[in-house]
């Protein structure tokens, strides 16, 4: 996981919770790192899951706007479009970040106002953080939402299912 993950994670915290909040999170996850460089890719050890889990809908809401704003108004103007093009999204984004392990996502059984989400990673333990993910974004574009697992690798499956 690049550097930016860690960096918008601590910025959240420290914000919203402070300086005392991450130093304990730093402690639970034994991260030794005290400046991560946005560009580096990092063992995802490095940060702890749960509070990815946490700060999944506050990475999209922060550094969609700061970072990515252009980049995602070529997918879309609204939910539903960004969504259908989160293939093509992760697509850009690995030229931008050629080192970066990206899940696969495949969007099918799309209808008036719902559709499925396929989620397909190497990396294990980051499906919260896409849960999230995709409540940041239902937030951006001011559509509620509910999400649904329909699929679990927990339980054998070949990937995650969301509807």
Known sequence: MYGLVSITIEDLVTQYFGTNKWEAIQKKCSIEEIFFN???AYNDDNTCNSAI???GDCWDIKTTKEKYSKLMQSGGTNLKEILIDLPMFHNRLMLIYPKLTLPE?????INVNSLNIHYIAKRQ???EFVRGLIQGL???YETPIEIQLLQSRT?????????
């Open 138 to 140: 239902s937030k951006i």
């Open 38 to 40: 946005s560009n580096e």
């Open 53 to 55: 889990a946490d700060f």
């Open 105 to 109: 996502f495949k969007i099918s059984e």
């Open 125 to 127: 333990g980051l499906q």
């Open 155 to 163: 339980v054998g499956n070949a990937h995650k299912f969301l509807k």
